[in-house]
């Protein structure tokens, strides 16, 4: 067995146990989320490139996430023209008035309803929902894994989406599908560690984004969306 350190588990001990892995959960409701679909979910072709299965027992202690606060209006304004204004009652109601706010160079006048009801779909939380949540630190120690292992994790780069597997039931299903935006590597004297950042998955159920438009694979008159 492994010795435990500020750096985690060392290397000799490759199992962290549910009972070792206790996640500091951190409700933020000052921070939130910036839109941005996820890009790695458009493909050309009938077969999308699949989530980096990352296995729980690779995880060091402790697990840091917290909740996003819902945006619950938009204003999108158009250089040189309007802004179109858009907001979700219910969610509002509930947490509050937060905004998105952007400004578009286009064209299309209707790009700006186009983007602020894909905010309002996507963004806002149904009443008595559950806001999505990420990681803001998803440690793994690399002296505990093997080569093979090593290279899953360090392959990993920002925009992949990852899947925890073999996650404790008192784990919420919402982060256990997320997208990496960060990644830090650290060196001490007895360990090595690479440390994400990651967001949620945008789409109509946690963990799985879209239904996005796919060359290829989407039909004219679907219910495909194309994400902003």
């Known amino acids: 067995m492994g010795k435990a350190s500020r750096y985690g588990l060392l290397l000799g001990d490759d199992s962290v ?71 979700d009652e219910d969610s509002r109601t509930e947490f509050g008035d937060n905004q998105y706010a952007a400004t578009l160079d286009t064209d299309t006048p209707a790009d700006a309803a186009s983007l602020a009801a894909h905010a309002m779909f996507y963004y806002a939380t149904d009443p008595a929902g559950v806001p999505r949540r990420r990681f803001t630190r998803l440690v793994f120690v690399l002296n505990a894994r093997t080569q093979p292992e090593q290279w899953r994790i360090v392959n990993v780069r920002q925009g992949d989406r990852i899947t925890i597997t073999g996650a404790p039931a008192t784990w919420p299903a919402s982060v256990l599908t997320q997208v990496v935006d960060g990644i830090a590597h650290s060196i001490g004297s007895d360990a ?37």
């Not at 039909?219 to 902003?228: E, R």
């Open 17 to 87: 146990t549910a009972d070792l892995l206790v996640p500091r959960i951190e409700l933020d409701q000052a921070a939130r989320p910036t839109v941005a679909a996820v890009m790695t979910d458009w493909y050309f072709g009938a077969t999308a490139v699949a989530p980096v299965q990352i296995p729980f027992s690779w995880i060091s202690t402790p697990a840091q996430w917290r909740s996003d606060r819902p945006f619950t209006s938009a204003a999108i304004a158009v250089t040189g023209g309007t802004t179109v204004y858009a907001s």
């Open 192 to 228: 090595r560690q690479v440390a994400w950042l990651t967001s949620p998955v945008i789409g109509e159920v946690d963990g799985t984004p879209g239904p996005w438009f796919r060359l290829d694979a989407s039909l004219i008159g679907g219910t495909d969306k194309t994400p902003f």
